[in-house]
């Protein structure tokens, strides 16, 4: 219930592709898909992620590709010139 509420609030499915140097083997890239609802453009949660990796873990960031998406949008409505009778 507290999700709903975001979402109602403002704020949006967020996934982030997060491509990063494996600690190990420095010219090998890995990926790693995070996902939860937050508020673009500024992202507030991702960026306290990121940051918590930057800090805490060692895999070096290579680069981040963000997509949103409301979860809750007006529904869509089309007519279709059919008619379906039940007997």
Request: charged fraction near 25%; hydrophobic fraction near 45%.
């Amino acid at each position: 219930m507290l999700d709903f509420a975001r979402q109602l609030s403002g704020y949006r499915l967020t996934t982030a592709e997060i491509l990063y140097h494996m600690p190990d083997h420095p010219g090998v890239l890995q990926t790693f898909v995070w996902q939860e609802l937050d508020i673009r453009p500024e992202f507030p949660v991702l960026r306290k992620f990121l940051d918590f990796w930057d800090k805490r873990l060692d895999g070096k960031l290579h680069s981040v590709r963000v997509a949103s998406c409301g979860i809750i949008q007006p529904a869509e409505m089309r007519h279709f010139p059919v008619e379906l009778r039940l007997h």
